[in-house]
Nanobody, 119 residues
Framework: QVQLVESGGGLVQPGGSLRLSCAASGSIFSIDVMGWFRQAPGKQRELVAIITSGGTTTYVDSVKGRFIISRDNAKNTAYLQMNSLSPQDTAVYYC?????????????WGQGTQVTVSS
């Protein structure tokens, strides 16, 4: 079994920064794409950023220039550096990974971590 565990969420003032981490563990053969999604109350879950195994990144327009996704393949960990945060960024952030294990390629989700941007 594979699990994704997120950390790094919390309360931050507008203009501040947070760094989220997502650690994958279990019987992992390889990790393809990893990404971050977020969901605000009453809204649809949306893709924030993705990073491929080769390091290619993609961001939703609203976070371009402010957020940076990265990964450490040796640690099976993805990160989301969030800068210049605004209240509109308040949401539960979920890590997602397309991971190959004993049963093939599967999508896994983390439990979510709350990010609140407020004065």
């Amino acid at each position: 079994q594979v699990q994704l565990v997120e950390s790094g969420g919390g309360l931050v003032q507008p203009g501040g920064s947070l760094r989220l981490s997502c650690a994958a563990s279990g019987s992992i053969f390889s990790i393809d794409v990893m990404g971050w999604f977020r969901q605000a109350p009453g809204k649809q879950r949306e893709l924030v950023a993705i990073i491929t195994s080769g390091g290619t990144t993609t961001y939703v327009d609203s976070v371009k220039g402010r957020f940076i996704i990265s990964r450490d393949n040796a640690k099976n960990t993805a990160y989301l550096q969030m800068n210049s945060l605004s209240p509109q960024d308040t949401a539960v952030y979920y890590c997602n990974g397309v991971i190959r294990d004993s049963s093939g390629l599967k999508t896994y989700w983390g439990q979510g971590t709350q990010v609140t941007v407020s004065s």
